[in-house]
T-cell receptor, first 112, second 111 residues
């Protein structure tokens, strides 16, 4: 597609519920990144894929967070047993080698 | 790991004036320094970037400078316009991989 597409745009989850956030990167972009952005702060790194390989998952806050990109294209970020502190905007970005990010519009997750 | 500090956190200028935002980084392995503009409720968008083999880069009213020895880089916007009002983020990364972002600068341009 022309840009990075994320869905859903908004998600309200009850505490303890599992959620899945989807990212469809720009076709041909090898690198895919997930970031978490709290209100008034800069994006915080979660995890990074090069094709289907997850090269860095050091930013995932806990083992409740899991990401995959099985065919090297679409990626899913899954959060199990959501908690209130998980409320944030989750941004996906893709990039062509050596260039800056193209971000998606993000998924705003609210845990109630 | 990398640590990026950004100043000021807020900046207000009169239309037509210049604006300067400064960032420092800690990891000497970082060699790629992008800047992003984020308007309220929208996605961050790349506006300019610089690599460590270059000291300055300019694109119309926007310029970025890099001092690799001192580990700091700056964004300069000249002839500011109200549509420049947004949050600006600097970032640092090794080989354009994982980026570490600053906390952002909210720029307000008063007409």
């Amino acid at each position: 597609g022309a840009g990075v597409s994320q869905s859903p745009r908004y998600k309200v989850a009850k505490r303890g519920q599992d959620v899945a956030l989807r990212c469809d990167p720009i076709s041909g972009h090898v690198s895919l990144f997930w970031y978490q952005q709290a209100l008034g702060q800069g994006p915080e790194f979660l995890t990074y894929f090069q094709n289907e390989a997850q090269l860095d998952k050091s930013g995932l806050p806990s083992d409740r967070f899991f990401a995959e990109r099985p065919e090297g294209s679409v990626s899913t970020l899954k959060i199990q047993r959501t908690q209130q502190e998980d409320s944030a905007v989750y941004l996906c970005a893709s990039s062509f080698e050596g260039h800056g990010y193209t971000f998606g519009s993000g998924t705003r997750l609210t845990v109630v | 790991g990398e640590n990026v500090e950004q100043h000021p956190s807020t900046l207000s200028v009169q239309e037509g004036d210049s604006a300067v935002i400064k960032c420092t980084y800690s990891d000497s392995a970082s060699n790629y320094f992008p800047w992003y503009k984020q308007e309220l409720g929208k996605r961050p968008q790349l506006i300019i970037d610089i690599r460590s083999n270059v000291g300055e880069k300019k694109d119309q009213r926007i310029a970025v400078t890099l001092n690799k020895t001192a580990k700091h880089f700056s964004l300069h916007i000249t002839e500011t316009q109200p549509e420049d009002s947004a949050v600006y983020f600097c970032a640092a990364s090794p080989n354009a991989g994982k980026s570490t972002f600053g906390d952002g600068t909210t720029l307000t341009v008063k007409p």
